[in-house]
């Protein structure tokens, strides 16, 4: 069964850091870009970060280029995202996400974790 | 950035009915979009990918149509567990961007 469970969210001060982990699990995941995703307290859908296959490139969007950083491990069929300086903001359920392979760009995300909850609170 | 727009925010209807939800972007994203669904406490499902591929498992009753900027999911008889919330999605520029999402809920 092809599977993604996400891990090390958990309650955070404002200004502090922390580091979400992804395993996967049934498939190649070398073969795989792989997403973040998250999604605050009622609220929609955020597509965070992307990483190609081989980790040669990576996206990110605008609400947290520069404080997030998504990195795998292929040989450990892992993916992770550091987060930095989190505030209130951040808080949300944290997904990991496979994108179907494509020829033209990221395909869609076909694959899902069960999510990891961050708060981030004082 | 491409901004989905989905309508309506809430859709009611009742079991055997039919439904369609709407997808609109902000400019073409030719047929990049895909649709997923999202229960209560659950990770979203993807549905359909390129506007009118149906994911694997997906059951025939939905299908997904439109290019451009209008896309269109459509539910031919609605089941008892289609009653969630609704995605859109595009991969055709970065950043990946979702809709608001509508919620399909029983009336």
């Known amino acids: 069964e092809e599977q993604l469970v996400e891990s090390g969210g958990g309650l955070v001060q404002p200004g502090g850091s922390l580091r979400l982990s992804c395993a996967a699990s049934?498939?190649?995941?070398?073969?795989?870009?792989m997403n973040w995703v998250r999604q605050a307290p009622g609220k929609g859908l955020e597509w965070l970060s992307d990483i190609r296959s081989s980790g040669s490139a990576t996206f990110y969007a605008d609400s947290v280029r520069g404080r997030f950083t998504i990195s795998r491990d292929n040989a450990e069929n892992s993916l992770s995202l550091q987060m930095n300086s989190l505030t209130a903001e951040d808080t949300a359920i944290y997904y990991c996400?496979?994108?179907?392979?494509?020829?033209?760009?990221?395909?869609?995300?076909?694959?899902w974790g069960q999510g990891t909850k961050v708060t981030v609170s004082s | 950035e491409i901004v989905l727009t989905q309508s309506p925010a809430t859709l009611s209807l009742s079991p055997g009915e039919g439904a369609t939800l709407s997808c609109r972007a902000s400019q073409s994203i030719r047929s990049f979009l895909a649709w997923y669904q999202q229960k209560p406490g659950r990770a979203p499902k993807l549905l359909i990918y390129d506007a009118s591929n149906r994911a694997t498992g997906i059951p025939a009753r939905f299908s997904g149509s439109g290019s451009g900027t209008d896309f269109t999911l459509t539910i031919s008889s609605l089941e008892p567990e289609d009653f969630a919330v609704y995605y859109c999605?595009?991969?055709?520029?970065?950043?990946?961007?979702f809709g608001q999402g509508t919620r399909l809920e029983i009336k």
């Open positions: 996400a496979r994108a179907r392979i494509e020829v033209l760009g990221t395909g869609a995300f076909d694959v």
């Open positions: 999605q595009q991969r055709s520029q970065w950043p990946i961007t």
């Open positions: 049934g498939f190649t995941f070398s073969s795989y870009e």
